[in-house]
């Protein structure tokens, strides 16, 4: 009973330090929660993560309507950021990674045509736009 007991604890260090255990507890100790995000999901880049943050705590966009497409396939990450009662006074368009240096006037952004030359840009930062409804 007591060699499985060793054992046990043998197999379990082993485990630990086969995933790096220790520093990845020493990273999460280190680093905020929001670094750690931004470093995983990107911040104009992946899923936006950095980016979408920024605006959520700039402009309380999670609070109201917003349309925001992802043009490098990656999944949207409204559910983060979930708020279950959302005004009605303000409506965003949020475009993240959007491939060429130039946004087009018309654009589709979740199965909707937007004219983009009838809103207000409020916000760029390298690809990723944030507008809003006049």
Not at 107 to 128: A, F, P
């Amino acid at each position: 009973m007591k060699k499985i007991n060793i054992l046990l604890i043998i197999f379990f260090i082993f485990l630990f330090h086969f995933f790096d255990g220790f520093k990845n507890i020493y990273k999460i100790s280190k680093r905020s929660y929001e670094s750690r995000m931004e470093r995983t999901h990107g911040y104009c880049g992946k899923e936006s993560f950095g980016f979408y943050n920024e605006m959520v705590k700039k402009y309380d966009i999670n609070k109201y309507r917003v349309i925001q497409q992802n043009f490098e396939s990656y999944p949207l990450l409204r559910g983060l950021f979930y708020e279950k009662e959302l005004r009605k006074d303000k409506k965003f368009v949020l475009i993240l990674n959007y491939p060429n240096s130039t946004l087009p006037n018309l654009l589709k952004v979740e199965g909707i045509d937007i004219n983009l030359s009838k809103l207000n840009l409020i916000e760029q930062k390298n690809n990723c736009y944030l507008y809003i409804f006049n």
